[in-house]
Every structure is written in C-alpha cells, then in structure tokens.
C-alpha cells in the first residue's frame, strides 16, 4: 500500500512518538491501556492542536513582517522624527516580553468590536496572533533596517549620479539586494517564533500544549506525563529543524562578506 505523503508524515511522528513512550511502556498498570495505545488515541486531538500552533506562527509571522518592514524602512528615513519615531518602537517591541504583549493583547482589547449597529467577535486567538506579531514586528523591523544599511553607500551614490529619486534607488536597487541578506535572520525568527507558540495556551488559546493537559487529565496517569510531553517536543523539533538546516545553507549560500 502507498501511503500519500502526509500519511507517511503522521506515519513517521507516531513512530518517533513510539520511541519515546517505550521506556514508560512497562509502568502501564494493570488493565488500563498501554502507553502506545493511550498515545494513538489523543493523537488526532494534540495534533489538532499543534496545527492551530502552526497556523498561528505562520500569522503572526506575515503581520509581523509586513509590519516590520514598514517600520524597518521608516528607520532609514531622511526624516529625522519619523526615523527617531519608528526607532523607538522597534526598540520597545523587540525588548519586550513575549508573555507580557500577549497578556496585554488579550486582556486589553475588546473581545468584540461594534461597527453601524452590528458586531464583530474578536477571539483569544486572534488576539493572540497579534500579541505574537508585535515582537516579530520589532526583530523584522531591525532585519530590514541592518539589511539596508549593510549596502555599500556607494550605490546610493551611484544611482544619485545616474538621477534616480531616493524611492526608485530604495525599490529598485537597494532592496533587491536586501532580500538574500534578510532571508536567513528572517527565517530564524520564524523558527523561533513557532516554538514559542504554545505561550498562547496561558491566555487560553487550546493549542497543543492545551489539549496535552487535557488528555493527561482525562487519562490522570502520571506514566503518561513524558510520552505525551515528549511527542509534543518531537513534533516542534520535525518542524523547526529543517527550517533551521535550511538557513544554515542559506546563510553559506548567501554570506555576505564584511
């Protein structure tokens, strides 16, 4: 039988799964189901979970972005407030607590916003995509502003010579080169960014780390505290080393010499 490649995916975490939980295998009591069979049963529910992990890195990551290299470019701003301005948000995003923009997200906005006599819910999760998406915004924000500055002024000159308007040498010239030199720094954000992911089951989000507490709840077997735990660490650590492998080979390909 021919597996499809995300049933050999699912395949190959529920073995590495297996690996971990045969230590615990043994402390099974009597009668109750062994460590395996209490893992494939909340498999589908955590994994459900994890998904909703990924989904949110891969939000919160796009705003932050997008909003980043807005506030990356008003860092180079020939205008000294705007610069000043966009410097100091970047400073106060990027330095901040991860755990504390995201209570400060979900406690202080609105749980729903009344718009013409109608309303639109706001969920924890969405909240919570945004409390993720500021500190990403403030490491974004300073990626594109290094990237930018790291181009030899030369360029900037050249194209001043040859009549270009800042905005036709910043889109045209400069930027294009910027893109190989952020992309490695980027992805290393997104790796980090996934793993810290479950701190949204503190504001309530029921992600992975949510619907592991549960099921160790419902099961109220301390044998199976590490097999679950430990599934969960194999399958962030499946997620995010390849990413981490590839901006290794990215960062070779793409060294930037000083």
Same mark, same amino acid.
């Given at each position: ?9 699912? #395949?190959?975490? /529920? *073995? %590495? $799964? ?8 043994? =402390?099974? +009591? ?20 994890? #998904?909703?992990? /990924? *989904? %949110? $890195? ?8 997008? =909003?980043? +290299? ?25 330095? %901040? ?9 979900? =406690? ?151």
């Amino acid at each position: 039988m021919i597996l499809s490649p995300s049933r050999r995916w699912l #395949l190959f975490l /529920l *073995l %590495a $799964s297996f690996a971990l939980s045969l230590p615990h295998e043994a =402390l099974a +009591a009597p009668g109750q189901p062994g460590i395996l069979a209490s893992l494939l049963k909340w498999t589908p529910l955590i994994f459900k979970g994890f #998904l909703l992990n /990924l *989904l %949110a $890195s891969v939000l919160s990551m796009a705003l932050g972005s997008l =909003l980043g +290299a807005f506030l990356g470019l008003a860092q180079i701003s020939p205008n000294r407030f705007v610069a000043k301005s966009a410097w100091a948000v970047t400073q106060f995003f990027r330095n %901040a607590p991860w755990l504390v923009l995201l209570f400060y997200t979900v =406690l202080l906005i609105p749980f729903e916003i009344r718009i013409s006599g109608g309303s639109i819910p706001l969920p924890d999760t969405a909240k919570a995509i945004l409390g993720l998406a500021l500190p990403v915004m403030g490491n974004v924000s300073e990626i594109v502003r290094g990237a930018v500055q790291s181009v030899p002024s030369g360029q900037w000159e050249s194209a001043q010579a040859l009549a270009f308007t800042r905005r036709q040498t910043l889109w045209m010239i400069i930027l294009p080169q910027c893109l190989k030199r952020m992309l490695p720094p980027w992805m290393n954000l997104y790796a980090v960014l996934t793993m810290a992911t479950p701190l949204i089951s503190i504001v309530g989000v029921e992600e992975a780390m949510t619907m592991t507490r549960a099921a160790l709840a419902a099961e109220n077997r301390s044998e199976l505290l590490v097999p679950m735990y430990g599934m969960l660490l194999v399958w962030f650590y499946l997620y995010c080393a390849p990413i981490a492998a590839w901006t290794k080979r990215l960062e070779k390909r793409f060294g930037v010499k000083a």
